[in-house]
């Protein structure tokens, strides 16, 4: 129950300046880049929130955005979480459900997050979708996604340790590549309409 509350007050309040400080966020500058040719991404087996089987081929037929990170951030996660949201519900005014890229979050502390990644992305939206598993796995999506992380562990048996990872997130075409990445801060309307205008010219 208490870890339920943290995540929940967590959620709760990084979503305050979406709603309040809606001015703030949208001062900063967003950085969209798309790639000049896709990038496929590897092949890839790790599990999913549920314990399924989770490969290239779930990319493939549907839109994506892939995040990393891990459970116990206490800040960049959470809300790039929730903006992601936002940005998802922006675009949910201007285009068909099924063209709205799933997110999905890349855990790189599995020791931790594997049996907490159902309960902790619930409280951001029941769809987001975890994904965890080996780290040699974990590495290979990793390196196609020219991200990083580091485990800051003191000591091996430190349980309390932070991760450093990278922060930008990565658009999946239905075809399992890279087509873009984007970094924080995610304005909800200019991210999503950098989004719409992405995918609509993949679909023309």
Not at 90 to 96: L, T
Request: hydrophobic content about 40%.
């Amino acid at each position: 129950m208490k870890i339920k509350s943290r995540w929940l007050s967590q959620f709760l309040v990084l979503l305050l300046p979406l709603f309040l400080c809606g001015q703030l966020t949208y001062a900063q500058s967003d950085n969209h880049k798309t790639l000049k040719s896709p990038k496929p991404l590897p092949e890839f087996v790790l599990n999913d929130q549920f314990g399924k089987f989770f490969s290239k081929d779930k990319l493939k037929g549907k839109w994506s955005m892939i995040f990393i990170g891990f459970a116990a951030c206490p800040d960049a996660c959470p809300f790039t979480l929730a903006n992601l949201e936002a940005v998802r519900a922006d675009m949910g005014f201007r285009m068909r459900p099924d063209n709205i890229p799933n997110i999905i979050f890349l855990s790189v502390d599995p020791d931790r997050d594997t049996p907490l990644l159902k309960e902790y992305l619930y409280y951001y939206h029941p769809e987001y979708i975890g994904i965890t598993g080996k780290v040699s796995e974990i590495d290979k999506l990793i390196k196609g996604l020219d991200a990083y992380y580091k485990l800051d562990k003191k000591t091996p048996t430190d349980t309390a340790y932070n991760v450093v990872h990278s922060g930008k997130v990565a658009v999946i075409n239905p075809e399992g590549e890279i087509v873009a990445e984007i970094s924080p801060p995610f304005k909800p309307h200019s991210t999503g309409e950098y989004l719409i205008n992405l995918i609509r010219s993949f679909d023309s």
